[in-house]
């Protein structure tokens, strides 16, 4: 991952609350994940994806998103394929059925739309109230 978590499209970016800025990954893996941590257990069931600014090839198509309390054993919450961003820097939200609370939330980008890169501008987990 060029330059870490903190370089110019780093993977803090995905988290930084800016859609105008991305995390960007060279030689995308069909194994990548991405995780978030919170410090006590939340019920989650809604998120959000905001596509880059360029390239829809690069955007996520396929994925799962699971949740864990001891990181080694995961619960699939969410699972979605053949998914496409209609614009650039568009943020799209994805709704599931989920009363558990977890420490730990997995995003498994299993497939991006045909680019041999990977982009995402944000990756947002909303917190049931």
């Known amino acids: 991952f060029p330059?870490?978590?903190n370089g110019a499209e780093g993977s803090l970016k995905v988290v930084d609350g800016d859609i105008n800025s991305k995390f960007l990954i060279?030689?995308?893996p069909t194994d990548f994940w991405m995780q978030q941590e919170?410090?006590?257990e939340a019920v989650v069931n809604q998120y959000t994806?905001?596509?880059g600014n360029d390239a829809p090839?690069?955007?996520p198509k396929d994925w799962t998103l699971a949740g864990s309390n001891d990181?080694?054993?995961?619960v699939a919450?969410?699972?979605r394929a053949s998914e496409s961003?209609?614009?650039r820097n568009e943020t799209r939200e994805f709704t599931f059925n989920s009363a558990v609370a977890y420490r730990y939330y997995r995003l498994y980008i299993t497939a991006n739309n045909g680019d041999s890169l990977f982009q995402l501008s944000e990756w947002r987990l909303l917190l049931v109230d």
Do not use: I, M, Q
């Not at 990181?71 to 995961?74: D, K, L, P, T």
């Open 57 to 59: 090839g690069r955007d």
């Open 38 to 40: 919170f410090l006590n």
């Open 71 to 74: 990181e080694a054993n995961w």
């Open 3 to 5: 330059d870490g978590p």
């Open 85 to 87: 961003f209609s614009n």
């Open 77 to 79: 919450l969410d699972t």
């Open 49 to 51: 994806l905001t596509s």
């Open 26 to 28: 060279f030689d995308y």
